[in-house]
């Protein structure tokens, strides 16, 4: 509050009489409240320059602590760097082991029926009845559908009608033939004398000439015959059967069509069908599993990729037994009983081989070196020193590689080894249990 100053009384008044003196400005101020003091005790000033100098003091003292802190914390982290520099960089290491355990190969496949096969018509005409569908089972043999072929029969029925006329046309040839036979033995046995010989050469060569015009009549006989037997043959496949045990996949036709003998490309098929049980299951196998997997009757594990799963074990029945020049793969077949059509064929399939070791070394893929020139493994040698060594992998299995070369059972290889460790450099070396573990076989 800014300090009351009293303002002088006018001449005509009055004051009391008795009234104290008014306090000088210095001294007091009014307020509404009552009266503050603004004066200063004796040795405040004093107070308050010892106490500046008091935290001045603190201050300094304070600052030449943490600057002694730092300079310790700075010393000792100078040392442990230069320590940790000089000192070798540590390495986390395994130990190579042989490979012992078969390992499972599983690859694509793909299924496919045992059979399979498009049915034409083998004759002209209209489908007078069809009689399964897509879905059926059928068996060998068994009728599918019929087929109305009235060109086919007509002609039947002329090759029979020749047929008949040329066995006519041998009994008359037949007839002639024994008649110049007998003449001819006549006029053969007559005396000198009593026919001249050019009438018993005429007689002979009567004979020879009916024989000859039997022989060709027997020869018409036989191709009449014969065409008799190509449009009766036809005529059987007026009845479309199945050629095998299978399942109607496709139908082409309804009553009425139009048929054409043939499978052309213009040629509408009438049927598909395939036989599901036992089923053919296709896959191609990398060159460096194609030795192993050429030979028959190596066990294989179909596994569906359907949502509702399923195993099922099968063997390989064949291979090609050579390598595609492109892919640089094998073909093999594995064959699988499918008795309750659990799988279909077309379907995608995951085959697992079980391969036999090889008694190769094996190391984690994380102990290679992928370099321009080869891939190298390091190694740590008795004296803790880094060795780079050119391997050859024999056996990919993704977390684990098996090596043909470089490589022997107990050497001691870097993990993810640093780009700035050199050859010959010393390390520090701890065995680490970070290895991948091989793949547990899924069939236990």
Not at 12 to 19: F, L, Q, V
Not at 57 to 67: D, E, K, S, T
Not at 107 to 121: C, D, H, K, N, V
Request: with cysteine; net charge neutral.
């Amino acid at each position: 509050m800014q300090p009351h100053d009293p303002k002088p009384l006018p001449s005509n008044s009055r004051s009391d009489e008795g009234a104290p003196p008014a306090e000088m400005p210095d001294d007091t101020s009014r307020t509404e409240g009552g009266s503050l003091s603004t004066g200063f005790q004796p040795g405040t000033g004093r107070t308050l320059k010892i106490g500046a100098g008091v935290a001045a003091g603190i201050l300094a003292f304070c600052f030449c602590v943490v600057m002694v802190i730092r300079l310790v914390e700075a010393n000792t982290l100078k040392k442990g760097a230069d320590a940790a520099y000089s000192a070798p960089p540590p390495v986390d290491v395994i130990t190579a082991q042989p490979a012992s355990v078969g390992q499972d190969l599983v690859l694509p496949g793909q299924t496919a029926a045992w059979y399979e096969t498009t049915i034409y018509a083998r004759v002209n005409g209209y489908v007078a009845k069809w009689l399964v569908d897509i879905g059926d089972h059928v068996k060998k043999g068994q009728v599918l559908a019929i087929i109305e072929t009235p060109e086919l029969d007509a002609e039947l029925s002329a090759a029979r009608a020749q047929l008949k006329t040329s066995e006519a046309q041998v009994a008359a040839r037949q007839a002639e033939a024994e008649f110049s036979k007998t003449t001819n033995e006549r006029w053969r046995d007559s005396p000198k004398g009593v026919v001249s010989e050019q009438e018993r050469e005429s007689k002979k060569a009567d004979y020879e000439s009916a024989n000859a015009r039997l022989f060709a009549a027997n020869a018409q006989v036989a191709l009449d015959k014969s065409k008799v037997d190509q449009y009766t043959a036809l005529a059987q496949f007026k009845q479309v059967v199945a050629p095998f045990d299978g399942t109607i996949t496709e139908r082409k036709i309804d009553i009425g069509n139009l048929v054409t003998a043939g499978s052309g490309s213009t040629t509408t098929p009438l049927y598909r069908m395939a036989q599901t049980d036992p089923l053919r299951i296709f896959v191609d196998v990398p060159q460096n599993s194609a030795i192993e997997l050429m030979k028959p009757g190596v066990p294989a594990e179909i596994r569906s990729t359907a949502p509702s799963g399923g195993v099922f074990m099968g063997a390989i029945a064949r291979s090609a037994e050579s390598l595609d020049a492109q892919a640089r793969t094998m073909r093999v077949e594995v064959d699988m009983p499918n008795a309750n059509h659990a799988l279909l064929p077309g379907t995608y399939v995951n085959v697992a081989f079980k391969l036999q070791p090889r008694g190769l070394v094996e190391v984690p893929a994380a102990a290679l070196i992928f370099r321009s020139k080869a891939t190298q493994v390091a190694r740590v040698d008795a004296n803790s020193k880094i060795d780079f060594a050119n391997v050859t992998i024999a056996r990919d299995n993704g977390s684990l590689v098996e090596l043909g070369s470089g490589v022997k059972p107990g050497d001691r290889l870097v993990l993810n080894i640093s780009s700035q460790i050199a050859e010959g450099q010393r390390v520090t070396a701890t065995d680490s249990d970070a290895a991948p573990n091989r793949p547990v076989d899924a069939r236990r």
